[in-house]
C-alpha cells in the first residue's frame, strides 16, 4: 500500500520561499562549488538560507564549508543544524566519512526518508546541491519537489555540454522552471556553450573563469567569499 | 534516540504509580521524536485514501514498522493518537512488526538484523536513514556492502478499514 512518507515531503517545504537545484548532466564541474558560494551569497546579501546536500555518493559541500560533527536536533522530524549562517543538510550528518555504496533504488529512498523527515526553517532560499546526471535524484526530484527550479552548470567541453543539453532537454519537457546555465572552469574564451544555450532559448548567466585560489578556499569560506569565482557568483545571485 | 528504559516492576511499585511513571515518561519523551515525522505521513496518507475512495470514518488503519528502522511502537502510537483528525476520532491504529531481512547480491548470503552488534550512534544512523544500513552492514559471509533488503525496511500502511455511507 501507500508511502506514508510521500505526501507530506511538500509539506516540509512550505517555509521555503524558493527552492534552486544546482545540477548538471556531467560530474565534476564545479556544482559543489558553485552551491555553497551560491549559498553564501545570498546569506550576504541578508537572506535567510539553506543548503541540502542531496549528492549522497560523494558528498563535498561540508569539506567546501569546513564543517564537521555537526548533528540535526530530533524535533517531531529532524531539524538541520546551523553553521555560517547556513541551515545545512548532508547525508554526512549520518555516514560520516565513511563511503556510502548505495544503489538506486536505495539512493531514492534515502532521499525520500530525508525529505520527509528534515523540517525547514522558514528560508528564503534553499540551495540544493545535486548528484550529477539524469538519475534518481533528478527524477525524484522532479517528482517530489513543489516549485523547484534547476540552475544548470557545464564547462567549456563540448563533451559536459552533450550532457547537459540532455538534461535541460528533460527539464524542458517537463516544464521545470530553469534560471539559467553556468559556464565554469573557463580557460580560454568561446562563445560555443552561450550560443548553445541560447538557442535552447535559456539565460546564459556567466563564464567563470578558472580560479587558482579556489583550491586553498576549500574548508575555509571567510577565504571562498574573497576569490573571484565567488565575486562572478555574487554577480549573478541578483540576477536568480 | 535516547529513550530512557525505566522498568516499573523492578521498583515493586502499585498499577497506578507504574502507569502514572510511564505516562509521564512518554508525554516528556515523543514530543520531540522523529516518529512523529513518520506518523503524519501516516495520517495524511490514510486520510486522502479514505476520502479518495469515498469513505466517511476511518475504523481501522494496519501500519506496518520495518524492524530495521527501530522505530519504537509506543512513540508512533502516541503521535498517531495526538494526530488524530476528526475524521479518525474512533479509528483503531493497529501496529504491527516486519522483522528485517538482508540478502547478499555477491554471494546470495541471507541473514536477519541483530541491532545487539550496533554501537548507538550506528543504530541511530539507521533510524533516522535506513539505507545507513549500506555504510555500516557488511554481508557477515563474503564482506560486501552490496545487499537486498528485502522486508522489514521504513513503516508503511498495510490496510485502511471504514465506513461507506
Not at chain 1, 96 to 107: M, S, Y
Not at chain 2, 26 to 45: K, N, Q, R
Request: proline share 5%; net charge neutral.
Amino acid at each position: 500500500m501507500s508511502d506514508p512518507r510521500l505526501i507530506i515531503i511538500p509539506e516540509r517545504f512550505k517555509n521555503v520561499k524558493n527552492i534552486i537545484a544546482v545540477s548538471s548532466g556531467k560530474g565534476g564541474v564545479g556544482k559543489s562549488m558553485i552551491s555553497v558560494s551560491l549559498t553564501l551569497a545570498l546569506r550576504d546579501k541578508g537572506y535567510s538560507v539553506g543548503l541540502l546536500d542531496l549528492d549522497f555518493t560523494s558528498p563535498s559541500t561540508h569539506l567546501i564549508l569546513g564543517v564537521q560533527g555537526l548533528y540535526p536536533t530530533e524535533e517531531k522530524g529532524i531539524t538541520p543544524p546551523i553553521t555560517d549562517g547556513i541551515h545545512y543538510m548532508s547525508i554526512v550528518h549520518y555516514s560520516l566519512d565513511n563511503p556510502t555504496p548505495l544503489r538506486g533504488a536505495d539512493q531514492s529512498d534515502a532521499i525520500i526518508e530525508l525529505l520527509a523527515i528534515t523540517r525547514w526553517e522558514t528560508l528564503d532560499y534553499l540551495i540544493i546541491d545535486m548528484p550529477p546526471g539524469l538519475g534518481d535524484a533528478t527524477l525524484d526530484m522532479l517528482r517530489l519537489i513543489p516549485r523547484i527550479n534547476f540552475l544548470v552548470v557545464s564547462t567549456p567541453s563540448v563533451l559536459a555540454f552533450e550532457s547537459v543539453k540532455k538534461l535541460l532537454t528533460l527539464l524542458i519537457e517537463q516544464g521545470i522552471p530553469i534560471k539559467g546555465v553556468i559556464e565554469n572552469m573557463v580557460l580560454t574564451t568561446s562563445i560555443y556553450i552561450k550560443q548553445e544555450v541560447e538557442k535552447m532559448n535559456l539565460t546564459y548567466l556567466t563564464a567563470i573563469y578558472f580560479d587558482n585560489e579556489l583550491e586553498a578556499a576549500i574548508g575555509y569560506p571567510n577565504k571562498l567569499i574573497s576569490t573571484q569565482f565567488h565575486n562572478r557568483i555574487v554577480e549573478i545571485s541578483g540576477k536568480i | 534516540m535516547a529513550l530512557v528504559r525505566v522498568n516499573p516492576y523492578i521498583l515493586g511499585l502499585s498499577k497506578l504509580l507504574r502507569e502514572i511513571i510511564i505516562l509521564k515518561k512518554y508525554v516528556a519523551a515523543f514530543p520531540v521524536m522523529h516518529e512523529w515525522a513518520l506518523a503524519e505521513g501516516v495520517i495524511s496518507t490514510a486520510q486522502k485514501y479514505a476520502k479518495d475512495n469515498g469513505l466517511t470514518k476511518v475504523t481501522e488503519v494496519i501500519v506496518m514498522i520495518g524492524e530495521l528502522q527501530q522505530v519504537e511502537h509506543e512513540i508512533i502510537e502516541f503521535a498517531l493518537d495526538q494526530l488524530r483528525t476528526p475524521f479518525m476520532k474512533d479509528t483503531k491504529f493497529v501496529i504491527k512488526s516486519k522483522a528485517a531481512k538482508f540478502k547478499c547480491r555477491k554471494c546470495s548470503h541471507e541473514w536477519n538484523f541483530k541491532t545487539g552488534k550496533l554501537s548507538e550512534d550506528v543504530s541511530e544512523a539507521i533510524h533516522f536513514v535506513p539505507e545507513m544500513a549500506h555504510v555500516y552492514i557488511k554481508c557477515p559471509n563474503c564482506g560486501s556492502p552490496d545487499f537486498d533488503v528485502p522486508e522489514g525496511r521504513g513503516v508503511w500502511l498495510q490496510s485502511i478499514k471504514g465506513i461507506k455511507e
